[in-house]
């Protein structure tokens, strides 16, 4: 009796924290059905996208190009299942069907999380710490001032605020003559 309270007990305490996660992966996999059984059904041409990269993606994929699965990736956030490919010399034809639905769940599921991040001020003083943190063990990555494309972003601002740069200064001397 006792073992059993508890197990409930323990389950409304922590369905708050980690619930959305369990109805998230539920409703995923819900999804991922509908499009399974909506691909089984050949899909006309006409509801297919064809998307055409260069075939050194699938080795050294850019950042906005992420494969999930060896059927389905994600391109610039909008994620899409692979129904048909065909490969002409450096370039891969992929037929694609727009996964929207799945794309709606991520989109939401970012917004929700951005959402409890921003209400939380304990959590923002983390997010500071950890940039910090980041700052300091990583100066490679520190955005360098007059660089015009150097890197820019929360985690790469530069843990230092110098007025002007020390070789951009002229000299207060001449130099010494020989």
Not at 130 to 158: H, N, V
């Amino acid at each position: 009796m006792s073992r059993s309270i508890a197990i409930l007990l323990l389950t409304c305490f922590l369905f708050p924290l980690l619930g959305h996660i369990v109805l998230f992966k539920i409703r995923r996999g819900q999804l991922r059905h509908e499009l399974k059984e909506k691909l089984e059904h050949s899909v006309p041409r006409g509801e297919l996208e064809l998307i055409s990269i260069p075939a050194e993606w699938m080795e050294h994929p850019p950042a906005y190009f992420q494969r999930t699965k060896p059927n389905e990736f994600r391109l610039h956030g909008e994620m899409f299942d692979i129904v048909h490919r065909e490969a002409r010399a450096d370039t891969l034809l992929l037929y694609c069907l727009a996964d929207k639905a799945e794309t709606l769940l991520f989109t939401r599921l970012d917004e929700w999380v951005k959402q409890q991040h921003s209400k939380d001020p304990f959590q923002r003083g983390q997010t500071l710490q950890w940039e910090r943190l980041l700052d300091s063990l990583f100066p490679s990555l520190i955005a360098t001032p007059g660089i015009a494309d150097a890197p820019s972003g929360p985690f790469l601002r530069p843990p230092y605020r110098f007025s002007c740069s020390p070789w951009e200064r002229e000299a207060i001397h001449p130099p010494p003559e020989a």
